[in-house]
């Protein structure tokens, strides 16, 4: 899909293209920096594993909720004033053209705030040690999304039998039905939650490509 049929033959070419893009530039700088920080300070323990393992064990139903509540926002007037977060509209785009690379990733200025947002709400709440740690789970999760992301967006197309499944539930989300599959790492949040059904069993949506709002 991204950048044409033959753009990706590998899974080596979709990294290096994947490389070239900011958004992993930038989460992966973030993510170094953060590493450096956790060897300076020290003070190493089994907390090191617990934090980071419980924001891991919490992403499905993360990545759900706000592909729910927030991709999936549809513009509201409240006080005479129209609400359409910036991530919203990018999302709309990029279900209206899911070929387009650019929108494929979370938009610079959301993702610049979620980094920030990350390191300002976890390293304050608990030791340094322990918050450098929980900050490296916390990037390596937000990297993991939009390296799968990219993936299933590009023209590398699955070889193993876990992230065919992924593939194709998100292609059934974007082509089939913009109200179920909304996992893009995993489904296990769909599963738990009721939005994966059989595809057989759901109906062609005709707002898959608009998300039910009317641009213009």
Do not use: C
């Not at 290096?16 to 060897?39: D, E, K, M, N, Y």
């Not at 030791?127 to 299933?152: D, K, M």
């Not at 992924?166 to 949040?189: P, Q």
Request: hydrophobic letters at 50%; glycine letters at 8%.
């Amino acid at each position: 899909m991204v950048g044409g049929e033959d753009s990706a033959p590998s899974l080596g070419a979709a990294a290096h293209t994947f490389a070239g893009w900011r958004s992993p530039q930038l989460i992966a700088a973030a993510f170094v920096l953060t590493l450096a920080g956790r060897v300076v300070v020290g003070n190493w323990s089994w907390w090191d594993l617990v934090v980071p393992a419980a924001i891991v064990a919490a992403q499905p139903f993360t990545e759900w909720l706000i592909h729910v509540f927030l991709l999936h926002f549809k513009p509201r007037t409240v006080g005479g004033r129209t609400i359409d977060p910036l991530v919203a509209r990018k999302h709309r785009a990029h279900h209206a053209d899911p070929k387009d690379a650019s929108l494929v990733f979370i938009p610079m200025p959301a993702l610049l705030a979620l980094v920030l947002g990350l390191a300002a709400v976890l390293l304050p709440t608990m030791p340094l040690s322990r918050g450098l740690s929980a900050l490296l789970g916390a990037y390596a999760v937000l990297f993991a999304y939009e390296w799968t992301h990219f993936l299933i967006h590009s023209s590398y197309r699955p070889r193993h039998r876990a992230y065919r499944s992924i593939w194709r539930a998100h292609r059934n989300h974007h082509f089939r039905n913009e109200h179920y599959w909304f996992g893009v790492t995993t489904n296990l949040a769909d599963h738990v939650l009721g939005t994966f059904p059989d595809r057989g069993a759901v109906e062609v949506s005709p707002t898959a490509r608009t998300l039910g709002v009317e641009v213009g």
